[in-house]
């Protein structure tokens, strides 16, 4: 090598970034289907879903934006609002609690959003975006007897370290009295026996029992007691479901949306031979039966649910069954619950896609092409643009992974327009047509 040659080498060795967080939590979780390497979601195979617990390693993972970087020995937690004696309370003290223990299944209200017909926006989750994990920490209501909560309050709302990318909103959230009361609602610093992992939360998250993922603040830094419920779009907007059934594609009123809780009756196949493995889950209610069928729902059986069981996590089911010679199976898992719900045969569509519960099948329905991370966006007219106006703030796998009509390609360039990105209208239509023609 000459000298120049090594200098040069030197000198590219220095200028390469260093990895970000979200590159630290992907060189741990191999094996997950990367949606978006920035911000980081990570998605679980099911076959990897093949334990009770989860381990963090395999743990699905959904973040809105970057990962922060959050100082332990500098971190505390502040409690206001609506409060008798507003509290800041450090890590080394909130370790010197009460410390409890809790089992819960943890699933992303749009995991399998990829199957519904008309697709929405939003990352294309298929059915791995749920997970089960030991929490430990302190009880959310212990914290807020301390705080002295007023009668008035009637919402805890709840903001973490992470901050929007660009002029998009910030995830603050909030949660109804009720449930922030109930004593299995958690501050989580642990999961499974070791401190959060930092794309889980660290060094605290809140654990919202049987609801979906977003009501389970992570990097929490503020709790503030209110009247009402949060604003702002990750409460008014996103995380919102129908009041009544709609057809699919049809358009809602905003005063017909109410914001998302408990999750739904849903089963998850982890094992398709052999026996017939899996996990079933049904949020705030019990699973009381699972039924496997192995000729396409002709007929059913009673599988064995496993002796592993915590009021919100999932219960493993199995049965008993070795795959003959001949036409492969059409295997299919059909969970029931202590509501007397039970999975419905056609998927609910809603504008968001979520909670998207039919009785799962393998092999799936409808195959669906994840975002290959190598691929660059398409030679076209908006190449440069996207690179310019999109990627700025996100990995273009995002983009890649979504498949939408023009129309609905137009409302997502809309909103991103709305969250600050300098796009002009002719831009726009530029942008959705391009995106349309290429990820539709
Ligand atoms: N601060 C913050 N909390 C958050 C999110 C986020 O983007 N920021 N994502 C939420 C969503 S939508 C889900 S599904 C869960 C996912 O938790 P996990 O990444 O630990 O699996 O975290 C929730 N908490
Ligand atoms: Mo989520």
Redesign the pocket.
Known sequence: MTRRALFLTLAGAVARPAPTLEDQALYRKKGLVVHSPRPLDLETPPELLDSWITPHKR???????YIPAVEPGRWSLEVGGLVEKPLKLPLVQLARMPQLERVVT?E?AGNGRSFFEPRVAGIQWRKG?VGTARWRGVSLAGVLRQAGLRPEARHLIFD?A?TATATAPD?IRSIPVEKALHPDTLIATHMNGVPLPM???FPARVITPGWE??A????LTKITAAPEEADGFFMKTAYRYPTRPLKPGEAVDAKDLLPLTSLTVKSLITRSSGPVEGAAWAGEADITGVEVSTDGGRSWNQAQLGPDKAPFAWRRFRYGWKQGAGEPPIVMARATDSQGRTQPDTPAWNPSGYLHNIPDRLPAGRSYRPPQLAEALPEGEARQLAAEKCLACHDHALIVGQRMDPVRWTREVEKMMRWGAPVSEKEKEILARYFAEHFR
Do not use: L, Y
Not at 59 to 65: K, L, M, Q, Y
Not at 216 to 219: A, D, L, Q, R, T
């Open positions: 743990f699905f993972v959904r973040s809105h934006f943890m992303c975006a973490g992470d995830f794309e889980h939360g993922g977003a389970s603040i992570k990097w």
